[in-house]
């Protein structure tokens, strides 16, 4: 597996979260595109953008957030281990926050509607 350039804790946790998972690195089809938006003459000329592929189960991902092709390549493989462990119906940080936001949204919603009947 790759080296990126995250500190050797997270590269340790991708490997064990794929393991996990059962995800090869053979499993995914990893292609390089342009990015856009922030990032200057830099980004125009480098293609710092990932698009990752998990092709047993057709999830693609892509990842632009940095102006490093290496981070990109790790958070594109976070985000696609990601929903992969959601499909499965385990729950995932990502669907914990959701769950807290929704939670936190009912609760505003109810505080409202005893407020106008008062």
Do not use: Y
């Not at 790759?2 to 499993?27: C, H, I, T, Y």
């Not at 462990?85 to 936001?101: C, D, N, Y």
Request: glycine share 6%; hydrophobic share 30%.
């Amino acid at each position: 597996m790759p080296e990126f350039a995250v500190s050797e804790e997270k590269n340790r946790w991708l490997q064990l979260k794929m393991a996990e998972l059962g995800v090869r690195e053979e499993d995914l089809q990893e292609t390089f595109v342009r990015s856009s938006g922030c990032g200057g003459q830099h980004v125009n000329k480098t293609s710092t953008c990932v698009q990752l592929r998990h092709i047993p189960s057709g999830i693609t991902v892509s990842a632009s957030r940095e102006r490093s092709q290496s981070i990109n390549r790790f958070l594109a493989r976070r985000e696609l281990l990601e929903r992969i462990e959601a499909l499965s119906g385990k729950q995932t940080p990502e669907t914990k926050r959701i769950e807290r936001l929704r939670k936190q949204k009912d609760r505003r919603r109810r505080r409202t509607s005893t407020r106008k009947n008062l």
